[in-house]
């Protein structure tokens, strides 16, 4: 597979939570690499947001560690997870992919994840399409992440992170994957029959 980044790269405007769908995390019980995913049986979103509410399964395939999570009820809404930090926003367990990168944390929830920004960072030519910024991943990136000067550098830490996606085993962990509770700032999206409704708590 070429994982070789392209010169150019056209955002359009996809959000955090479009890759939210799948998550790799440390398994609470054995930490080696387990699985955050809609619960079985659901149907699919019609809006990427509507991921932030679906119920959640956490699995773990080498001990059969397994943990449920529902989003919190407010009156007629649901309040939703709130993403970013290197914890998963659901469980709260240690991102899988993480290591350190230029004095940082370099994370992602999963190799598509991983793929999206490597093209992004990659890139010499960077174009964003008619899209909200307070919303789209890339606009909201932390500038060390973004600079010409980090380049190699965090494509060789996205490399590592693409290396740790196909590994499970405790002693794989990264020395970065250990639970800090850096979760972002509270910041709540409520569901409403109608559709998602984004606002503070």
């Known amino acids: 597979m070429n ?22 995390v440390v398994c609470p019980r054995c930490n080696g690499r387990a699985h955050i995913v809609p619960r079985p049986g659901l149907p699919s979103p019609k809006y990427s947001s509507e991921l932030l509410f679906q119920p959640r399964r956490l699995a773990c395939g080498r001990c059969g560690a397994a943990a449920e999570w ?14 970013g930090g290197t914890e998963d926003p659901f469980f ?13 944390t370099l994370w992602a929830y999963n190799e598509e994840h991983v793929t999206e920004l490597s093209a992004y960072v990659g890139a010499k030519l960077r174009e964003r399409g008619d899209i909200r910024p307070t919303m789209a991943m890339f606009a909201r ?10 380049r190699s550098e965090v494509l060789a830490g996205l490399e590592t992170l693409r290396t740790l996606a196909a590994r499970s085993a405790p002693t794989d962990r990264s020395d ?3 639970e800090r509770a850096d979760r972002p700032r509270p910041h709540r999206s409520m569901y409403f029959r109608g559709g998602p409704y984004e606002g503070p708590s």
């Open 3 to 24: 994982t070789e980044p392209p010169a150019r790269h056209y955002d359009p405007g996809r959000w955090l939570a479009q890759f939210a769908d799948r998550i790799l």
């Open 70 to 83: 529902e989003p919190e009820r407010r009156g007629a809404g649901l309040i939703g997870a709130v993403l």
């Open 92 to 104: 709260h367990r240690p991102l899988w992919l993480q290591t350190r990168c230029v004095g940082h």
């Open 141 to 150: 990136l932390p500038a060390w992440l973004k600079r010409s000067n980090n």
């Open 176 to 178: 970065a994957a250990h």
